[in-house]
């Protein structure tokens, strides 16, 4: 069976996450659509201040109390949207885990390895023993390539790579569906980075999870990926299989975060810019977000929002590819 075939177990549905802040408020998801299906890996890029931590967060309703909700985020069908913290404590880690950028202020650097398990075990098997929960983190320790032994240790005794092991561990230890992964190898360098990549890869498979993968990083999502959505200011600009957004990116965003990929080929060593920046997203324009950048800037695309238009089994929101529109 195809993956695009397979069972949703994520489901967003025009939805859009605002944040509250004393005067107004920041529209930093506003409107998206995407589906993640059984043992597939999304791969959400974009800018910083896109909106893609807000969105992963967002899954797991880590954000602060007063933001707001609004269409629909069903992970194995249930709507999360109006659930309550008492209730999302038993989607976080059992349904979906979180995998974050910086391991060492995610994971509380004063408790032993062995003790951030038996919180997380405990939380969702009541009455599991000390030891009980030692025998289930010594062999996910092991699966992620660290001694058992060392769960006597505390986070700030790890090497970043070990930690970062550590965190994918705990993300992993109750078995979830989902893994949210938000930017999970930045902080490391390239060899590690390609290690922890594999190992997230090769763990998805054996649990059969499905996995949002958050990066800046172009090269990251083509290690992984299986489809990819491009994010710019709160929306989804394009999204579709991987080989067809780098071999024929549609939207004049995506072309352009392409080219600013760095080549390491010497003869080609220019890395272009995507000059200006993104819209304010507390009062976001009303035409195209993306217009006041783009070189194929038509007039429609300052006075009305693009459509998302289906195209070439993937969609993108753009004017450009809506019918009638010469500029194909
Ligand atoms: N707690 C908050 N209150 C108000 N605004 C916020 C809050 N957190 C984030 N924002 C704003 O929401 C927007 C989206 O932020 P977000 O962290 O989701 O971006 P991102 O795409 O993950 O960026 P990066 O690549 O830098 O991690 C930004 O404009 C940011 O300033
Ligand atoms: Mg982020």
């Not at 605002?18 to 506003?30: C, P």
């Not at 933001?67 to 069908?77: A, E, F, I, M, Q």
């Not at 991987?242 to 024929?248: A, D, L, N, R, W």
């Not at 300052?302 to 969609?315: A, L, N, R, T």
């Amino acid at each position: 069976m195809a993956k695009n075939e397979g069972e949703a177990v994520l489901r967003a549905e025009n939805l859009k996450i605002h944040y509250k802040t004393k005067k107004s408020y920041v529209k930093a998801v506003d409107g998206i659509d995407l589906t993640l299906r059984k043992g597939e890996t999304i791969g959400i890029v974009g800018e910083s201040g896109c909106g893609k931590s807000t969105f992963g967060q967002g899954i797991l309703k880590l954000l602060p109390q007063k933001t707001k909700y609004y269409g629909k985020l069903l992970v194995r069908d249930v709507d999360v949207t109006p659930l309550r913290e008492n209730d999302m404590r038993k989607v976080r880690g059992k349904v979906v885990g979180m995998i974050f950028q910086d391991p060492m202020t995610s994971l509380n650097p004063i408790t032993k390895v062995e003790k951030l398990f038996y919180e997380t075990l405990e939380e969702h098997n009541p009455g599991i023993s000390f030891n009980e929960s030692r025998e289930v983190t010594a062999q996910i320790l092991q699966k992620v390539g660290i001694e058992p032994r060392r769960m006597r240790e505390y986070p700030f005794q790890f090497s970043g790579g070990m930690r970062q092991r550590v965190m994918i561990a705990l993300a992993l230890v109750l078995n979830p569906d989902i893994i949210v992964a938000d930017e999970p190898t930045t902080s490391l360098d390239v060899i590690v980075q390609a290690q922890i990549l594999n190992l997230l890869d090769e763990l998805r498979q054996s649990y059969n999870a499905s996995i949002i993968l958050i990066t800046h990083d172009l090269g990251v999502v083509a290690e992984m990926a299986d489809r990819i959505a491009v994010m710019y200011a709160g929306h989804i600009v394009e999204q579709n299989e991987k080989e067809k957004i780098y071999y024929e990116p549609k939207h004049p965003y995506t072309k352009l975060l392409l080219k600013s990929i760095p080549n390491t080929n010497p003869k080609d060593l220019e890395l272009t810019f995507i000059p200006g920046s993104p819209p304010s997203l507390v009062n976001p324009p009303i035409g195209c977000r993306f217009a006041s950048r783009c070189p194929y800037k038509m007039s429609i695309c300052d006075e009305k929002e693009p459509p998302v238009v289906e195209i070439d089994g993937g969609m993108v929101k753009c004017w450009l590819y809506t019918q009638g529109s010469d500029n194909q």
